[in-house]
Protein backbone atom coordinates (compact mmCIF):
# COMPACT_ATOMS: atom_id res chain seq x y z
CA UNK A 1 0.00 0.00 0.00
CA UNK A 2 2.86 2.41 0.86
CA UNK A 3 4.43 1.77 -2.49
CA UNK A 4 0.97 2.21 -4.06
CA UNK A 5 0.62 5.82 -2.55
CA UNK A 6 4.32 6.87 -3.69
CA UNK A 7 3.46 5.82 -7.21
CA UNK A 8 0.05 7.98 -7.02
CA UNK A 9 1.70 10.83 -5.36
CA UNK A 10 3.63 10.75 -8.44
CA UNK A 11 1.03 11.35 -10.90
CA UNK A 12 -0.91 14.63 -12.25
CA UNK A 13 -4.16 12.32 -12.93
CA UNK A 14 -5.35 8.98 -11.85
CA UNK A 15 -7.85 6.94 -13.77
CA UNK A 16 -10.59 6.47 -11.39
CA UNK A 17 -13.28 4.01 -13.31
CA UNK A 18 -16.66 3.54 -11.06
CA UNK A 19 -16.67 -0.12 -10.05
CA UNK A 20 -19.48 -1.97 -7.82
CA UNK A 21 -20.45 1.53 -6.59
CA UNK A 22 -20.12 5.08 -8.19
CA UNK A 23 -17.62 6.36 -5.56
CA UNK A 24 -14.60 5.17 -4.17
CA UNK A 25 -11.29 5.81 -1.74
CA UNK A 26 -9.14 6.18 -5.02
CA UNK A 27 -10.50 9.33 -5.65
CA UNK A 28 -10.27 10.17 -2.20
CA UNK A 29 -6.23 9.33 -1.97
CA UNK A 30 -5.96 10.67 -5.60
CA UNK A 31 -7.13 14.11 -4.59
CA UNK A 32 -5.20 13.45 -1.09
CA UNK A 33 -1.60 12.78 -2.80
CA UNK A 34 -2.94 16.11 -5.37
CA UNK A 35 -3.74 14.04 -8.43
CA UNK A 36 -6.85 14.87 -9.94
CA UNK A 37 -9.29 11.86 -10.41
CA UNK A 38 -10.72 11.04 -14.34
CA UNK A 39 -13.50 9.09 -13.27
CA UNK A 40 -17.00 8.26 -15.21
CA UNK A 41 -19.04 8.74 -12.72
CA UNK A 42 -22.36 10.78 -13.04
CA UNK A 43 -20.91 14.25 -12.60
CA UNK A 44 -24.74 15.34 -11.37
CA UNK A 45 -24.74 13.15 -8.72
CA UNK A 46 -20.69 14.16 -7.81
CA UNK A 47 -20.25 17.87 -8.62
CA UNK A 48 -21.20 19.08 -5.33
CA UNK A 49 -18.65 16.67 -3.42
CA UNK A 50 -15.73 16.99 -5.93
CA UNK A 51 -16.40 20.44 -8.07
CA UNK A 52 -13.47 20.89 -10.36
CA UNK A 53 -11.29 18.57 -8.38
CA UNK A 54 -11.88 15.66 -10.33
CA UNK A 55 -12.23 14.55 -14.54
CA UNK A 56 -15.78 13.87 -15.26
CA UNK A 57 -16.01 11.43 -18.16
CA UNK A 58 -17.65 8.77 -19.64
CA UNK A 59 -16.41 4.86 -20.15
CA UNK A 60 -15.56 4.70 -23.53
CA UNK A 61 -13.29 8.27 -23.55
CA UNK A 62 -11.35 7.47 -20.24
CA UNK A 63 -9.25 5.04 -22.11
CA UNK A 64 -8.15 7.03 -24.58
CA UNK A 65 -8.10 10.52 -22.66
CA UNK A 66 -5.01 12.61 -22.72
CA UNK A 67 -5.71 15.00 -19.89
CA UNK A 68 -2.01 16.57 -20.32
CA UNK A 69 -3.84 18.68 -22.52
CA UNK A 70 -5.75 20.14 -19.52
CA UNK A 71 -4.20 22.97 -17.60
CA UNK A 72 -3.11 20.85 -14.44
CA UNK A 73 -4.98 22.83 -11.43
CA UNK A 74 -3.86 21.32 -7.74
CA UNK A 75 -7.13 19.99 -6.09
CA UNK A 76 -8.04 21.22 -3.43
CA UNK A 77 -7.35 18.39 -0.48
CA UNK A 78 -9.47 19.98 2.03
CA UNK A 79 -12.38 18.25 0.77
CA UNK A 80 -10.98 15.03 1.93
CA UNK A 81 -11.07 16.24 5.61
CA UNK A 82 -13.90 15.99 7.63
CA UNK A 83 -13.94 19.99 9.22
CA UNK A 84 -14.31 20.97 5.55
CA UNK A 85 -17.19 19.22 5.09
CA UNK A 86 -18.89 20.57 8.54
CA UNK A 87 -18.60 24.04 7.64
CA UNK A 88 -19.81 23.19 4.47
CA UNK A 89 -22.74 21.36 5.40
CA UNK A 90 -23.06 24.85 8.02
CA UNK A 91 -22.63 27.66 5.88
CA UNK A 92 -25.50 25.33 3.69
CA UNK A 93 -28.19 25.11 6.54
CA UNK A 94 -27.52 29.07 6.83
CA UNK A 95 -28.20 29.95 3.55
CA UNK A 96 -31.39 28.15 3.52
CA UNK A 97 -32.71 29.99 6.62
Not at 52 to 65: G, K
Request: hydrophobic share 35%; charged share 25%.
Amino acid sequence: YDSYLRELSTCKYIISPEGDRPDCYRNYEAIGLGAIPVSNIEEEMFEEIFGTNMVYSDAESMSCMAPMERNYVEPNRRIILLDYWIKHIIAKIKSLT
